[in-house]
């Protein structure tokens, strides 16, 4: 089992940036695939990134070139950096991580949720 708390959440003007942290608790925290995944307001949740066991990347459409996924094992940490936000990215982020094979886009495939960092864009 792992546990995840993310930080780094804030307010920020569009056009800013802001990097999001998702620390796991757990020594089996490199064997998880991990991801980013938003809940605008009234919203359903949706896939933002995802980072595999080797480092390769998966983005949504929406953040491709302007969000980065990255890991570091070694302190068991999962970062989105988010670069050119605009306010429809306004939305609590939650990190995750992957239990099931399956479409890395898809939120049941992942087992274990933090309890979210609200990030909110101001115009």
């Known amino acids: 089992q792992v546990q995840l708390v993310e930080s780094g959440g804030g307010l920020v003007q569009a056009g800013g940036s802001l990097r999001v942290s998702c620390a796991a608790s757990g020594r089996t925290f490199s064997s998880y695939a991990m991801g980013w995944f938003r809940q605008p307001p009234g919203k359903e949740r949706e896939f933002v990134a995802a980072?595999?066991?080797?480092?390769?990347?998966y983005y949504a459409d929406s953040v491709k070139g302007r969000f980065t996924i990255s890991r570091d094992n070694a302190n068991n940490t999962v970062y989105l950096q988010m670069n050119s936000l605009n306010v429809e990215d306004t939305a609590v982020y939650y990190c995750a991580a992957r239990t099931s094979y399956g479409d890395y886009i898809e939120a049941m495939n992942y087992a274990y949720w933090g309890q979210g960092t609200q990030v909110t864009v101001s115009s």
């Open positions: 980072i595999g066991l080797g480092g390769r990347t």
